[in-house]
């Protein structure tokens, strides 16, 4: 009644890599990693796995991550364990990838010793080939550290062990997505989302206003209160890829409104243009909804 026992990590991990090899994020020798390790009975294996799968698929979906190619690892000429149990393993693992709704590709003696493993391989914005989410079933850890639960027959039995990450190392995944997007980052992961361009300083007061109810509601706002033409302080926002800007003036003062304006390269049908007025409280519910829904 335990299992499945569900563990995630974020250690820090060190390989000694060699110095020519180092570059940039995408390949370091201190890095940190989604791990998870699950434990379940055998028959629990194939549920585990289509969680794993629909949360990919999420996570996929909020980052506008596509293009990405789904393959099973299979058993290396050196490896641990039966022969038999490395055919059942990914035997489950293809069986899982498809009724995932994924063409399954199949790598053949590219798995680790211990384990068969599904790779989700995606490609760039450079047409190269990356490996990201991937998930193993351990062939070797359970037997070897005499892993145990009583079953529902009250005996004891060798539960299944899973390993998971849907990211990998996140500072290559960070420099992957950089590189990919460009730095043009969906709404809810924009570093800076929201602009406030005053056009004089007589409406700074106004702008800090607006900046610090979106502030509250945890929407990351910056005020741009420099003394610089409107203009410039559009491009300027464009150029940092700030996804929403908001001029305000002398009408939105007086209707204590907002108008925002969003990013012409944001890929939107409303992008470039300034959307319909809202009143502060409906600007940052607005935005704060778009969050919440991981909307671009």
């Known amino acids: 009644r335990d299992l499945p026992l569900r563990f995630a990590e974020f250690s820090r991990l060190h390989r000694n890599e060699r110095s020519g090899t180092l570059t ?12 998870a390790h699950i434990f379940c009975e055998p028959e629990a294996v194939p549920e585990e796995t289509a969680r794993f799968f629909e949360m990919t698929r999420q996570v996929y979906r909020d980052l506008g991550i596509g293009d990405v190619s789904v393959a099973v690892s299979t058993r290396p000429e050196r ?13 489950t693992l293809i069986e899982a990838v ?31 080939s990356w490996t990201l989410s991937t998930l193993q079933i351990d062939l070797a850890m359970p037997g070897r550290f005499g892993l145990r ?7 004891e039995h060798q539960p299944a062990m899973l390993h998971r990450a849907v990211l990998g190392s996140l500072e ?3 420099a992957i997505y950089i590189e990919h997007t460009a730095g043009d980052f969906p709404f809810w992961l924009a570093p800076v989302q929201v602009a406030l361009l005053p056009i004089a300083d007589r409406h700074v007061p106004y702008a800090r206003r607006v900046c610090d109810a979106l502030g509250a509601a945890g929407i990351r706002a910056e005020l741009d209160q420099r003394s610089e ?58 935005l704060a909804d778009d969050v919440n829904r991981r909307s671009a």
């Open 24 to 35: 940039g994020l995408s390949r370091v020798r201190s890095m940190a990693q989604d791990d």
């Open 79 to 91: 490896y641990f364990g039966e022969p038999e149990d490395w055919e059942k393993a990914e035997k």
């Open 98 to 128: 498809e009724a995932a709704g994924y063409s399954c590709g199949v790598k053949e003696g590219e798995a680790a010793f211990y384990a068969p493993k599904v790779e989700f391989d995606f490609q760039d914005v450079l047409g190269r």
């Open 149 to 155: 639960y009583v079953g529902r027959d009250g005996a």
């Open 172 to 174: 290559r995944f960070i």
């Open 229 to 286: 033409k409107l203009g410039f302080k559009i491009r300027e926002a464009e150029v940092q890829k700030i996804p929403v800007m908001a001029v305000i003036g002398d009408q939105e003062e007086q209707n204590g409104s907002v108008a925002p304006r969003v990013r012409k390269e944001a890929g939107r049908k409303d992008a470039g243009r300034d959307s319909e007025a809202l009143s502060i409280d409906d600007f940052v519910a607005k």
